[in-house]
């Protein structure tokens, strides 16, 4: 959506769909591994198995664009960006984010549950 040029700005407004696709999931966290009374350091953790290959969402936004000359604009505009689909994968396949059970001496998984959303500010300049 767009408007004809008012004064030397013209007003625009955006909504659509999202995709994101992965192509790292890396934390650089330092956590402790129990495992049989051991008690082992690990960085850098590598959590490709636990993060959603692709994720779904829509974009909502506007902004304005200000006419210099000629075909030269100065752009700026404001997005809202929300999905729909859980980062994290099943719980089976997320191996960090357990709690230990005291009672039966297991780390269970937590249950977690991430949508991502976003904010962003763009400002720009069209030849």
Request: no cysteine; hydrophobic share 35%; aromatic share 14%.
């Amino acid at each position: 959506m767009k408007t004809n040029e008012i004064g030397y700005l013209t007003y625009f407004g955006q909504f659509g769909a999202n995709i994101g696709i992965k192509t790292k999931a890396r934390v650089y966290d330092e956590s402790k591994l129990v495992s049989n009374g051991n008690v082992v350091n690990h960085e850098k953790l590598d959590l490709t198995d636990g993060v959603q290959p692709i994720r779904f969402g829509i974009t909502i936004g506007g902004g304005a664009e200000y006419n210099f000359s000629g075909s030269t604009s100065m752009f700026f505009g404001l997005q809202y960006n929300h999905y729909f689909t859980n980062t994290l994968t099943t719980e089976k396949n997320e191996k960090y984010l357990r709690k230990y059970d005291f009672t039966d001496n297991t780390f269970n998984n937590v249950g977690a549950k991430a949508l991502a959303g976003s904010v962003s500010l763009t400002v720009g300049i069209l030849f």
